[in-house]
């Protein structure tokens, strides 16, 4: 495992860097002045000079790219434009409520996903098997916006059984966090739960017609036996592959569900950094969320590969 992850290492460095640029062009590329809005509109052509000087932005772009690069070699990732605090202090302060909504939307993705894709790929009667589609399609059509808004609605108005807007840290009061943090989770994880079982009962089913299951059947094996040793054994890579693959789609929606719920995190964070013109918090949300989606597909890649005898990491 250490040879893959060896091997691995110049393509995370590439995408790294290849990201770095990105994030750092993408929030120059929108109309306004970060300059602007610390001096306030009324502000002079000198005042506005000055500040620029203060903040760095007078320098040219590459310039300011490499002093961001080499600050973040050296652990310093800049100074927030408009908060004044360092960008880790005013990541880190959102950081929480952002992994406490990520953490248990990805639970209750893998736990949706699987058991749809398990019972969908099962043999059903004809009735089932309908159901079971309805539910992926509906879930599948559904985006997380209007999933939230449909929860809040049933679950938080006609029928008010949890909170709706809001939070409450876990380490505060685990099971009032708990309360919070449904709603918004299950927003986010329905949509690309019903994409994990959808390839999943793919998968199963065309699993079912190696000729591995048929000599299964030929021997005399109990159909549930086949299912659970044999057909969703030789499934799950395709749900893992899945899994890694939707975690940086929870990322991209947690903006907009913490938004409707009213969460205080990342997302809020970065649409508030988009309004203001906050381009090193920006940057450095950008950045992240690529890092941790690569390293998400290299754990997936690691689980593929103990799950998949036929698959090596020296392949």
């Known amino acids: ?88 202090t005013v990541i880190g302060s959102r950081l929480e409520s952002t992994l ?62 949890l909170p709706i807007s809001g939070e409450v840290g876990f380490f505060e009061d685990p099971w009032l966090a708990l309360q919070f943090l449904i709603l918004p989770a299950l927003a986010l994880a329905l949509p690309q739960a019903a994409i994990v079982a959808r390839l999943l009962q793919t998968a199963m089913n065309s699993a079912r017609g190696e000729d591995y299951v048929d000599l299964a059947k030929a021997k005399g094996v109990s159909p549930g036996r086949i299912t659970w040793r044999h057909v969703l054994r030789n499934s799950l890579g395709t749900a893992v592959v899945a899994l890694g693959l939707r975690a940086g789609d929870l990322l991209a929606g947690a903006i907009v569900i913490e938004a409707i719920f009213a969460r205080n995190g990342l997302g809020s964070l970065a649409v508030y950094s988009v309004q203001s013109r906050d381009y090193m918090v920006l940057q450095v949300l950008i950045l992240g969320a690529v890092i941790l989606a690569v390293f998400i597909q290299l754990f997936s890649e690691i689980i593929l590969a103990a799950l998949d005898p036929r698959i090596r990491f020296e392949s």
């Open 1 to 88: 495992m250490i040879s893959f992850l060896l091997r691995k290492l110049p393509s995370v460095a590439v995408v790294a860097l290849i990201s770095s640029a990105i994030a750092f062009i993408l929030p120059r590329l929108a109309p306004g002045d970060p300059a602007l809005a610390i001096a306030g509109s009324d502000a002079t052509p000198e005042q506005l000079a000055a500040v620029r000087e203060q903040m760095g932005l007078s320098k040219p772009l590459i310039q300011q790219y490499l002093d961001w690069m080499f600050g973040m070699f050296r652990g310093d990732f800049g100074q927030s434009f408009i908060m004044r605090r360092p960008v880790t």
């Open 100 to 161: 406490e909504l990520a953490f248990l939307a990805m639970l209750l993705m893998i736990a949706i996903g699987l058991v749809l894709g398990v019972l969908a790929g099962s043999p059903r009667s004809k009735w089932a098997r309908v159901v079971l589609d309805i539910m992926t399609t509906l879930f599948l059509a559904t985006p997380p916006f209007l999933t939230g808004l449909l929860l809040i609605l049933f679950l938080g108005i006609f029928f008010p059984i």
